[in-house]
C-alpha cells in the first residue's frame, strides 16, 4: 500500500522558525533616535546605565542627547577626557566634584574640557584646587555661551575670577564659596568687566575678602538675587549703594553678616522684592523690618532669625500683617511672638500656605490654636523649640483642613502618643516628631542614675535588715 506524504511536520517546523524569527526581532529599531532619547530622559540613572548595555546603538543616542553630566574630577580622569568627551558631545551642563583626600584635574585638563564642550551653559568647580586663572581664562574665551559658574574651596583667586569677569559675556548666574588667593587688601575690589550687564544672580558665601565683590553688586544693574552669608566685615555701605543705583531686586539673602536698619532702610527702596531673609545678624531691629514689609507689598516669601539680636518682637509681625498680604511662606526664628500678632497674620495673611516657628519662649498653645482656627489656607508647620504641648498639636488637627503636613521638633510637650492620635484620625497628614538625641541621652542618664541610687540604697537597707 502506498502511503501519503505527510505535511504536519514540515508546517510545524515553519511555524517555529518564525516564531524564533518574531522573538529575535529588533522592534526598537523602528523608533526614531529623537523618540529614544526622550525616553531615556524619563528613565532613572540605574534603569539609564542598564539601557547603554543593550546594544551599541543605544549607547550612542544616549551619549549624543546626554546634556548634563557630574564628573569626580580627580586628576585619574585626566586621561580619560578626550574619549570620554568624544561620546559625551552636547553637554550644556558639567559638574566637577574632587573630594578632599585627591589631587584635582589641572589646567591642561580644563582647557581640554573647555575646548571639546563650546556649548557648555553650566559649570560647577568643588575643591578643584590644582586649577589656576590659566585654566579659568581658556574656559573664559572658549565658552561663550557660559551662563551660570559656581566654584567652591578653589585656588585660584582673585586673578581666576577677574579672568573670568572680564572674559565671560553671556554670564548671568555666579555662585563663590570658599575661594582662596583673593588679595588680603581693604580697599582692593574686582572689576566687574564685561559680565556686570548681564549678571541677574550673584551669591556669595563664606569668603575672608568678600567685600572685594562691592563693584560687581553696586554696578550691575540688571541684578535681582544677591546672597550673601559668613562673610566678613560691616555690609552697610555696600548694600545701601546697590539699592540706591539698582531698586530692582526680586530676591534678598542675608546670613551670618554684619548689618543694621541702614541697610534694611535701603532694601525698603526695592518694591519689587518678593522674597526676603535675614537670619543671624546681631544689629537689626523692630524699625527695620518694619520698613521692609510695610513698603516691599509684593512680599511673597519672608525669614526672619532674630537669635542673636534678641529684639524682634510683635511689632515686627503686626507690620507683616498689615503689610503683607501676599505671604505665602513665613519662617519665624527667635522672635517673640505672641497671640495678639500671630491671629493679625491669620486673619491678615489669606494666602499664607507654609509658616514656621522655631525658637520662641512666646509661642505656647494658644498661639498654635490661633494659627489652627483662622489659618485656612495654610498646607505645612513646623514648631521647634516651643512650649507646645499635646493640646496645640490636636487644636492644629482639628482646624486647618488644607494642612499636608506638620513637623515638630524639640518640643518636650508633645509625645509620641498624641502623633500616633493625629495619624490614626488624619491618614493623608503627614505627621512628623524629631527629638533632640543629645537632650534625649541626657534624660536617660539622669533615670538611670535615679534608678541606681535608689537600687543602692534598697540593698544597704535590705544588707542592715538581714544582720
Known amino acids: 500500500m502506498g502511503q501519503a506524504t505527510s505535511t504536519h511536520g514540515h508546517i510545524l517546523g515553519e511555524a517555529d522558525d518564525a516564531t524564533a524569527a518574531q522573538q529575535d526581532q529588533d522592534f526598537s529599531s523602528g523608533i526614531p533616535d529623537g523618540c529614544l532619547a526622550l525616553i531615556f530622559q524619563r528613565l532613572s540613572p540605574a534603569d539609564r546605565t542598564n539601557c547603554l548595555l543593550v546594544c551599541r546603538r543605544w549607547l550612542v543616542v544616549e551619549g549624543q542627547n546626554r546634556r548634563r553630566l557630574s564628573l ?13 568627551f568624544t561620546r559625551f558631545d552636547s553637554l550644556t551642563s558639567l559638574s566637577l566634584l574632587c573630594s578632599r583626600t585627591s589631587t584635582s584635574i589641572n589646567d591642561h ?3 581640554l574640557i573647555s575646548q571639546r564642550c563650546l556649548n557648555l551653559s553650566h559649570l560647577t568647580l568643588r575643591r578643584c584646587r590644582e586649577v589656576s586663572p590659566v585654566g579659568i581664562l581658556a574656559l573664559a574665551q572658549n565658552c561663550k555661551s ?3 559658574f559656581s566654584c567652591t574651596s578653589c585656588t585660584f583667586g582673585d586673578k581666576g575670577m577677574s579672568a573670568l569677569l572680564n572674559n565671560s559675556t553671556s554670564l548671568e548666574q ?10 588680603d587688601g581693604q580697599g582692593f575690589e574686582l572689576s566687574p568687566g564685561v559680565t556686570s550687564s548681564r549678571l541677574r544672580s550673584l551669591k556669595l558665601k563664606k569668603l575672608y575678602n568678600g567685600q572685594c565683590f562691592s563693584r560687581l553688586i553696586t554696578e550691575s544693574n540688571n541684578l535681582t538675587n544677591l546672597k550673601i552669608s559668613s562673610c566678613l566685615g560691616n555690609w552697610d555701605g555696600i548694600i545701601r549703594a546697590a539699592m540706591t543705583k539698582n531698586n530692582a531686586f526680586k530676591q534678598i539673602h542675608l546670613e551670618k553678616i554684619q548689618v543694621s536698619d541702614v541697610a534694611l532702610f535701603a532694601i525698603s527702596k526695592c518694591l519689587r522684592l518678593e522674597e526676603f531673609k535675614l537670619a543671624k545678624a546681631p544689629d537689626f531691629s523692630n524699625e527695620g523690618i518694619s520698613a521692609v514689609v510695610t513698603k516691599c507689598k509684593l512680599l511673597q516669601k519672608l525669614h526672619i532669625d532674630g537669635c542673636r539680636s534678641n529684639r524682634i518682637g510683635d511689632p515686627s509681625v503686626m507690620a507683616i500683617a498689615e503689610s503683607s498680604a501676599n505671604l505665602v511662606k513665613l519662617v519665624l526664628v527667635g522672635v517673640s511672638v505672641t497671640s495678639v500678632s500671630l491671629t493679625a497674620i491669620a486673619s491678615s495673611c489669606e494666602k499664607l500656605e507654609t509658616l514656621a516657628l522655631s525658637g520662641s519662649r512666646t509661642v505656647g498653645d494658644n498661639e498654635i490654636s490661633c494659627v489652627a482656627s483662622r489659618c485656612m489656607a495654610l498646607r505645612k508647620l513646623c514648631v521647634k523649640r516651643c512650649r507646645v504641648t499635646d493640646a496645640g498639636i490636636e487644636a492644629v488637627a482639628n482646624g486647618c483642613p488644607n494642612l499636608v503636613r506638620i513637623k515638630v521638633e524639640k518640643c518636650r510637650g508633645v509625645s509620641r502618643g498624641m502623633v500616633e492620635k493625629l495619624r490614626e484620625r488624619r491618614g493623608s497628614l503627614v505627621v ?3 527629638v533632640d538625641e543629645a537632650e534625649a541621652k541626657m534624660v536617660r ?5 535615679i534608678v541606681f541610687v535608689f537600687t543602692f540604697y534598697a540593698i544597704l537597707l535590705l544588707r542592715n535588715y538581714l544582720l
Open 174 to 183: 555666579l555662585s563663590v564659596k570658599r575661594l582662596r588667593g583673593i588679595k
Open 432 to 434: 512628623d516628631l524629631c
Open 72 to 84: 569626580n574630577a580627580s586628576s585619574r580622569v585626566t586621561a580619560l577626557l578626550p574619549s570620554l
Open 109 to 111: 585638563a580644563l582647557i
Open 146 to 148: 557660559l551662563t551660570k
Open 445 to 449: 542618664a539622669k533615670i538611670f542614675a
